[in-house]
């Protein structure tokens, strides 16, 4: 196998919803749903992975609404099932679920502040600190790649834990996790190998 590749994951972010447009945060798992741009985002970019030929043995999705509703239409393209992964739940909000940037902002004076300079500490308002959550990420990263050695995957995921995965893929600071920056309704490619791993391209969205 080249390089002694282990596993290719195709991670899919899932379309926009009323939170993400008004640039919320959120880790429901029952709220928000897609709005009418994410279910345009998501056809769009399932028509594009189908017409690239995306190779892919097993699809896998995080278990909130929207990242479900979009794993269903990239499943029913390739015309295969898909596998709910409880493990793969975006980062914990704690008391920012639901608040804009702004409110946060108002609320919660220097949180803001804390997850960009304090990837070890929980914040205030007891959301999950970065250190914390790419750890989360990357223990589950692991476990699906050593269940699909040879193999080429799709994870339906949020956008925080694709950010999550590329940190840990690549050994970026913790810190610099919010710089990473994923859209809606985008796809980003990790190659995984015996020591190492590439990010093939990342938050590819389809024209």
Known sequence: MYFNRKCKITFVCHGATIYSEEGRFSDAENYPPLSELGVEEMKNLSNYLKAR???N???YTSPSVRTVQSAMMIAKIFKKDYVVV???KTRQCGKWNGLTFTQIQEQYP?????????PDDRTVADAESSNEFISRIKKVIDELVAQ???NRIIIVTHPE????????????PAANLPKI???TGSATQISYYED????????????
């Open 181 to 183: 920056f994923i859209r």
């Open 196 to 207: 190492w791993a590439s990010l093939v391209y990342s938050d590819y969205t389809p024209l």
């Open 86 to 88: 409880e493990d793969l």
């Open 161 to 172: 834990v694709i950010q999550a995965a590329i940190c840990a893929a690549l050994k970026i």
């Open 148 to 150: 699909n050695i040879g």
């Open 57 to 59: 043995d097993v699809i």
């Open 53 to 55: 030929a995306v190779k």
């Open 110 to 118: 220097g949180g803001l502040e804390s997850v960009l300079n304090r």
